[in-house]
Nanobody, 121 residues
């Protein structure tokens, strides 16, 4: 069974920043295209950022473009999501996952526990 472990969430005021981290149990992040997803209460899970293995090719959803930055430390087998200028609508549980490159399709069926981000106005 493979699953990632997300951390770094918290409660912040609008305009604040957080950096999320993702480690993986059972597979090597360094060899995978990776993505960050989020799910707000009552909504479907959506992709917000993804990155290729070499970290030079990234893609963001329109709602976070210019505010979030995805990065990876292949030597440390860790994925990051730096979030700035946070808005109340960014409130959600955030997940990371290995994805098929250039898609939002997860490679594995298991999701981690996620890390909660709450932004107050």
């Amino acid at each position: 069974q493979v699953h990632p472990v997300e951390s770094g969430g918290g409660s912040v005021q609008a305009g604040g920043s957080l950096t999320l981290s993702c480690a993986a149990s059972g597979y090597i992040i360094s060899y995978q295209c990776m993505g960050w997803f989020r799910q707000a209460p009552g909504k479907e899970r959506e992709g917000v950022a993804r990155v290729h293995v070499d970290a030079r090719n990234t893609h963001y959803s329109g709602s976070v473009q210019g505010r979030f930055t995805i990065s990876r430390d292949n030597a440390g087998n860790t994925l990051y999501l730096q979030m700035t200028s946070l808005k109340p609508e960014d409130t959600a549980m955030y997940y990371c996952a290995a994805v098929y490159c250039d898609t939002w399709i997860p490679r594995y069926k298991y999701w981690g526990q996620g890390t909660q981000v709450t932004v107050s106005s």
